[in-house]
Structure formats: C-alpha cells, structure tokens
C-alpha cells in the first residue's frame, strides 16, 4: 500500500488547513487511516485516526480543532485542522494499517506563524 499526501503549507495562527491521503489500491483491509506528526526535537505522535467504519479517534490536543473524515470507497482520509496554533506545527504523516502492517506517507509540512 503506498500513501499519496497533499495538503498542508503555511498559515497563520488561528487559520485552518486541509491534508487529503489517498492509499493506492482500494482494500478493505486498510483499517484504521490517520495521521501522526513530528515537530522538531520531538517524537511521532498521534493526531487522529478513523476506522472503515468511521469512527473516529482524536488526540487530546486536537479534540475540537480538527476533523478526519474518510471516503472508502476512494480509500482516501482527510484532515481538516481549524484554529490552529504554533503548537501544531509538524511534519504530518499519513498512516494506515492493513492486515496488522503500517504504512506511511512521505509527510507534509505544516507551519503555523504565531
């Protein structure tokens, strides 16, 4: 399974932003799909996940603020980040687990100006 990012950039704080990931097969198996991010100095952490039967998982940090939504049918998850601040600044990472295997993406930066 490879993950194709898009999305992400530069935006001042309290601004939102929209990441899309599109798995290249679709497989029922991929299950969940998410997101993870890593800011600088810091390790890998979770910001959301949602199952194929669409139920949805947040970080505590991000409860509120930030959306995944998935489209099955294109095996595709997108995350819509809404008021965002510098703390949320980071590589983000596609995710996917299919069959008990993750997959990740290339990573997207997100810069968030205070």
């Known amino acids: 399974v490879q993950l194709q990012a898009s999305g992400g950039g530069f935006v001042q704080a309290g601004g939102s932003l929209g990441l899309s990931c599109a798995a290249s097969?679709?497989?029922?198996?991929?299950?969940?799909m998410g997101w993870y991010r890593q800011a600088p100095g810091k390790q890998r952490e979770l910001v959301a996940t949602?199952?194929?039967?669409?139920?949805?998982n947040y970080a505590d940090s991000v409860k509120g603020r930030f959306t995944i939504s998935r489209d099955n049918a294109k095996n595709t998850v997108y995350l819509q980040m809404d008021s965002l601040t510098a703390e949320d600044t980071a590589v983000y990472y596609c995710?996917?687990?299919?069959?008990?295997?993750?997959?990740w993406g290339q990573g997207t930066l997100v810069t968030v100006s205070s």
């Open positions: 995710y996917a687990n299919s069959g008990g295997v993750a997959y």
């Open positions: 097969r679709v497989e029922w198996r991929i299950n969940p």
């Open positions: 949602i199952t194929s039967a669409l139920l949805p």
